[in-house]
């Protein structure tokens, strides 16, 4: 098996930027129409150093960069040049089975909008396989299903935002058992970082080649509001330097809740619930720019413990597009109640809810104290072990962790704690309520 190409050419885009018009022009006008096509899908070409599969014998390469970056580009180009090397027998896996289809392979820098006519696979959805013309092959996976990775075996593997897995060690773990095939099998692992466990394992190991990479790097390629509203608006915050910079970060010692105590209750199977409730903190503003609505689904289970189902908060809707976002989700997971702060909107709040569901029970809640002292009773819950996550909320979690008296949130109003503290106060309340079971 031959060995994926890794060096860069001597001519390659910042080499052909540097030249002044007149010769950038001239080099340019002596390509013929092929060779203008093979240069257009020259990933050598017009990469950046460290979006190239580095040299050496490494096994693992886990590029570890901001949003924006580019490495959802750079692990597609990354399967397209090990394909090129021989490799015949690859494994895609994403957070859900969504995203490797939706970002993986249909995604502006998926695997197909990143073939060239000449080499584009043939891509079947209902087999979740591409198929290239000199008989390699690719397979999606969803890390929610790590049991569908018990068989298959791999010579190469991608694995997209893994820190976002939802069930991320026990996904992980099957696939490494899978990636048996060839000479020299190679894992990579393209993500925005989290200080999850497994994610500091590798970046302390010795055979994982880690990149790291930050969001201004790829500035070139970002829309200009995306520059303006989100990393002016974070830059030099905790959730900017995990999120833009790729800094994997302690927790915030003034911080009410901990990462540890999240991490150490978190479950990965529905558990036997008696009450649920969706909990919505309403943004005061509407539009692109205004803050997110919170909505934070919560459940008391058959234990009495506190379990968070579902973070389905949203940004940038109107209020009858995020009143109607809570309604589904009020829906879908069979909730008994629909609470709602109403501070900012008073009766408007329960009349848009109303108005799009009569009959939906609703209960208005009016915050008459600080965000911090509202809080600290649901952060003792999780100090004492009594809150479990089911799966990963990713967003609210890095939102709680930042939660500090000195300064609620990054640099934002933190929406989504907020809902989660109003609906586990609203089932702390009702503990004592007579139990009715039921499953999701």
Same mark, same amino acid.
Request: proline share 6%; net charge neutral; glycine share 8%.
């Given at each position: 098996?031959?060995?994926?190409?890794?060096?860069?050419?001597?001519?390659?885009?910042?080499?052909?930027?540097?030249?002044?018009?007149? @010769?950038?022009?001239?080099?340019l006008?002596? &390509? /013929?129409?092929? #060779?203008?096509?093979?240069?257009?899908?020259?990933?050598?070409?017009?990469?950046?150093?460290?979006?190239?599969?580095?040299?050496?014998?490494?096994?693992?390469?886990?590029?570890?960069?901001?949003?924006?970056?580019?490495? *959802? !580009?750079?692990?597609?180009?990354?399967?397209?040049?090990?394909?090129?090397?021989?490799?015949?027998?690859?494994?895609?896996?994403?957070? *859900?089975?969504?995203d490797?289809?939706?970002?993986?392979?249909?995604?502006?820098?998926?695997?197909?909008?990143?073939?060239?006519?000449?080499?584009?696979?043939?891509?079947e959805?209902?087999?979740h396989?591409?198929?290239?013309?000199?008989?390699?092959?690719?397979?999606?996976?969803?890390?929610?299903?790590?049991?569908?990775?018990?068989?298959?075996q791999f010579?190469?593997a991608?694995?997209?935002?893994?820190?976002?897995?939802?069930?991320?060690? #026990?996904?992980?773990?099957?696939?490494?058992?899978?990636?048996?095939?060839?000479?020299?099998?190679?894992?990579?692992?393209?993500? /925005?970082?989290?200080?999850?466990?497994?994610?500091?394992?590798?970046?302390?190991?010795?055979?994982?080649?880690?990149i790291?990479g930050? *969001?201004?790097?790829?500035?070139?390629?970002?829309?200009?509001?995306?520059?303006e509203?989100?990393?002016?608006?974070?830059?030099?915050?905790?959730?900017?330097?995990?999120?833009?910079?790729?800094?994997? &970060?302690?927790?915030?010692?003034?911080?009410?809740? !901990?990462?540890?105590?999240?991490?150490?209750?978190?479950?990965? $199977?529905?558990?036997?619930?008696?009450?649920?409730?969706?909990?919505?903190?309403?943004?005061?503003?509407?539009?692109?720019?205004?803050?997110?609505c919170?909505?934070? $689904?919560?459940?008391?289970?058959?234990?009495?413990?506190?379990? $968070?189902?579902?973070?389905?908060?949203?940004?940038?809707?109107?209020?009858?597009?995020?009143?109607?976002?809570?309604?589904?989700?009020?829906?879908?997971?069979?909730?008994?109640r629909?609470?709602?702060?109403?501070?900012?909107?008073?009766?408007?709040?329960?009349?848009?809810?109303r108005?799009?569901?009569?009959?939906?029970?609703?209960?208005?809640?009016?915050?008459?104290?600080?965000k $911090?002292?509202?809080?600290?009773?649901?952060?003792?819950l999780?100090?004492?072990?009594?809150?479990?996550?089911?799966?990963?909320?990713?967003?609210? @979690?890095d939102?709680?962790? @930042?939660?500090?008296?000195?300064?609620n949130?990054a640099?934002?109003?933190?929406?989504?704690v907020?809902?989660l503290?109003?609906?586990?106060?609203?089932?702390?309340?009702?503990?004592?309520?007579?139990?009715?079971? !039921?499953?999701?």
């Amino acid at each position: 098996m031959r060995r994926a190409k890794s060096s860069r050419p001597a001519l390659n885009a910042s080499w052909l930027a540097s030249l002044d018009e007149t @010769e950038r022009r001239g080099f340019l006008a002596k &390509l /013929t129409d092929a #060779e203008w096509a093979h240069l257009h899908y020259d990933w050598r070409f017009w990469a950046r150093p460290e979006q190239l599969l580095p040299p050496g014998d490494w096994r693992t390469c886990l590029w570890l960069a901001g949003r924006g970056w580019g490495k *959802t !580009r750079t692990g597609a180009e990354a399967i397209r040049a090990l394909k090129e090397a021989g490799y015949h027998r690859l494994g895609l896996v994403a957070p *859900t089975a969504a995203d490797a289809r939706h970002v993986m392979v249909e995604g502006e820098s998926g695997l197909l909008a990143i073939a060239p006519p000449w080499d584009r696979p043939r891509y079947e959805p209902s087999l979740h396989r591409l198929t290239w013309s000199n008989g390699a092959r690719a397979t999606l996976y969803s890390a929610e299903d790590p049991d569908a990775l018990r068989g298959p075996q791999f010579d190469a593997a991608w694995c997209d935002e893994l820190a976002a897995w939802r069930r991320i060690r #026990e996904t992980f773990d099957m696939l490494q058992f899978g990636l048996r095939l060839g000479e020299a099998p190679r894992l990579l692992i393209s993500t /925005t970082p989290r200080p999850v466990p497994l994610i500091r394992e590798l970046v302390a190991r010795a055979d994982v080649k880690v990149i790291r990479g930050h *969001t201004d790097e790829n500035a070139a390629n970002l829309a200009p509001p995306f520059l303006e509203a989100v990393i002016g608006r974070y830059r030099g915050t905790r959730l900017g330097r995990q999120e833009l910079d790729a800094e994997i &970060l302690d927790d915030n010692p003034d911080a009410l809740w !901990r990462r540890h105590d999240i991490e150490r209750h978190r479950v990965s $199977v529905p558990p036997q619930l008696v009450r649920i409730v969706v909990a919505v903190d309403p943004p005061a503003t509407s539009g692109e720019q205004a803050d997110a609505c919170g909505i934070v $689904v919560a459940g008391l289970g058959a234990d009495r413990r506190f379990y $968070v189902l579902a973070d389905r908060s949203c940004r940038g809707l109107t209020p009858h597009q995020w009143a109607s976002q809570a309604i589904a989700a009020y829906h879908t997971f069979g909730a008994d109640r629909l609470i709602a702060e109403v501070n900012q909107g008073g009766d408007m709040v329960e009349t848009i809810v109303r108005h799009i569901d009569p009959d939906i029970a609703f209960r208005a809640v009016r915050a008459t104290r600080g965000k $911090v002292l509202r809080a600290e009773p649901v952060s003792a819950l999780y100090e004492q072990g009594r809150v479990s996550h089911l799966g990963i909320h990713a967003e609210l @979690e890095d939102q709680m962790v @930042e939660f500090t008296p000195q300064r609620n949130g990054a640099g934002a109003s933190p929406d989504r704690v907020d809902a989660l503290v109003h609906g586990l106060c609203e089932l702390m309340h009702g503990v004592g309520a007579e139990p009715r079971i !039921r499953r999701l």
